[in-house]
């Protein structure tokens, strides 16, 4: 709480009481309040979960790793658990019958968004043009979405980005090869480039350079450590009582990284509104287009921030899984490479190209399946009290579906632990939000609105980058011993960077 200075004898002490006593009230007021409200859920059929602790509830049983922990209460309680974390009740569906109840069937009353305490969102004047963190599916997120949708994320926006994408994966490209024989990450060199075709789409404008490592390291850093710091527990999240206090310190250090990463972006903003360049020199871009709809700077920086974290770390995410998972398995690797081979014939690859590559497709399925970017995509909200599988889940529930459980669970899939890019040949699972099983991107109201334009970063990124090299460990690690430990954030990390080094097969 830091140091506390002796100003005046008798007030000092009056306050200093005042706030002892506060203290030890607020733990009683909170034990009480959980205990009312613990057993008026108990009243109602609740889904089972591991027993909860005085005051803390479940707190402690989430563990550093909360995807595998509550797959493992799954397993023993079923499909829909509960657990209560201080005063807030945790619901988590962790199969493709619970997932579709709370995507599909009771998507209405379970399409509220739980806002972390920390997030800026919290803020109404924020939050009712926030694209991610909306409370509401309201008819103001709505505008926003379709406004999105049609200058983003439609066919015919997706369509006049083809040459944009293409040149950035080029540029990318290119710097590898200045960099062959040397050790790359190669998930900082992704997340650059794809930071920069969003950067151009939204500003016309690159905002990394590939050859600037200390720069690449800086945004990676910042956009992950916003990651890590919505996921971290906070007392504020658990005992809503405590939040003005900022105990932890968790909402200053989020204002400060998100301010850091604003600043990138922030100048260009007022440039722009005085620039009145728009067809002259460049084409319109969306910044274009908010300040067109009358969009204020903060409400455009703020909204520029949702779409770059969104679009740029699941992205370089999945492509470092991809490419750990095809390390470790030369075979599916082999039956890439050979495919790129015929299929490309030594050209480049373009856009167009993709819908050729199916092996392809089905790696990238297959990483989406053991590697879901969000493990319980964002968190959900109950509206109103509702039933979900004979259970009862009361109005302001948390709710989490956990597709990492799902993409793992043997009565879904048969060896789930193995990479089996073959198990989706032939099949029609996809995910576009109509699968259970299978839905890393979310399903319903809330399926992430720029899937399709991710879809074709994803390919085109994964097929260039094995299609002009060869990939070498940094040491002498079997790649068949390549780790897979998982780093928890917003999105699911691998815990030590990939670090490789690139050949060109030119």
Not at 154 to 175: G, H, P, W, Y
Not at 418 to 439: I, Q, V, Y
Request: proline fraction near 6%; charged fraction near 25%.
């Amino acid at each position: 709480m830091g140091e506390v200075t002796v100003t005046g004898g008798a007030e000092f002490n009056i306050s200093f009481l005042l706030f002892l006593l506060l203290l030890l009230l607020i733990p009683l007021f909170v034990f009480f309040l959980g205990h009312i409200k613990l057993s008026l859920w108990k009243a109602s059929t609740l889904p089972p979960g591991p027993y909860p602790w005085p005051v803390i509830g479940n707190i402690l049983d989430m563990g550093k790793k909360p995807h595998i922990s509550l797959a493992h209460f799954a397993k023993i309680h079923g499909p829909v658990i509960s657990l209560r974390l201080g005063t807030q009740l945790l619901v988590v569906g962790s199969s493709p019958a619970a997932a579709a109840e709370i995507l599909k069937t009771h998507d209405a009353l379970l399409s509220a968004r739980h806002v972390p305490q920390v997030s800026p969102m919290k803020d109404p004047k924020l939050n009712h043009l926030s694209l991610a963190w909306a409370f509401t599916c309201s008819k103001q997120w709505k505008l926003l979405r379709n406004l999105c949708r049609a200058e983003l994320f439609s066919s015919k926006a997706i369509e006049s980005q083809v040459n944009l994408r293409e040149k950035k994966v080029k540029e990318m490209l290119c710097f590898l090869g200045r960099k062959e024989g040397k050790i790359v990450k190669i998930g900082e060199v992704v997340l650059a480039a794809v930071f920069n075709i969003l950067g151009n789409l939204f500003l016309s404008k690159d905002l990394v350079s590939l050859d600037d490592e200390t720069s690449n390291e800086g945004i990676k850093g910042l956009i992950w450590r916003l990651m890590e710091l919505a996921t971290t527990p906070n007392l504020a999240d658990f005992y809503p009582i405590l939040d003005w206090l900022d105990i932890q310190g968790l909402r200053k250090t989020t204002l400060e990284t998100i301010g850091k990463l604003q600043d990138i972006w922030e100048g260009l903003i007022e440039e722009r509104r005085v620039s009145n360049d728009y067809g002259v020199r460049r084409p319109q871009d969306f910044l274009d287009v908010l300040i067109g709809h009358g969009f204020q700077d903060n409400q455009i920086s703020n909204l520029l921030l949702e779409l770059f974290l969104a679009g740029t770390e699941t992205t370089s995410t999945t492509v470092e899984w991809a490419m750990v998972e095809l390390l470790k398995n030369q075979e599916a690797m082999k039956k890439l490479n050979e495919e790129l081979a015929r299929k490309m014939n030594g050209n480049d690859i373009r856009e167009f190209d993709l819908p050729q590559l199916s092996y392809l497709s089905v790696c990238i399925k297959e990483t989406l399946r053991l590697h879901p970017p969000t493990p319980f995509l964002l968190p959900h909200k109950a509206l109103e009290t509702c039933t979900v599988m004979n259970y009862t889940i009361p109005k302001d529930s948390q709710i989490f579906v956990n597709l990492w459980a799902i993409g793992r669970d043997p009565e879904v899939w048969d060896d789930p632990l193995a990479f089996k890019p073959e198990r989706f040949m032939n099949s029609e699972l996809d995910f576009k939000g109509n699968d259970f099983e299978f839905t890393p991107f979310g399903a319903g109201r809330r399926i992430c609105p720029g899937l399709s334009m991710g879809s074709k970063q994803l390919h085109l990124i994964l097929a260039s980058l094995f299609h002009s090299f060869e990939w070498y460990l940094s040491d002498d690690t079997d790649p068949m011993q390549l780790d897979t430990k998982e780093k928890f954030g917003l999105t699911l990390q691998k815990e030590q960077p990939l670090l490789l080094i690139p050949k060109s097969k030119v």
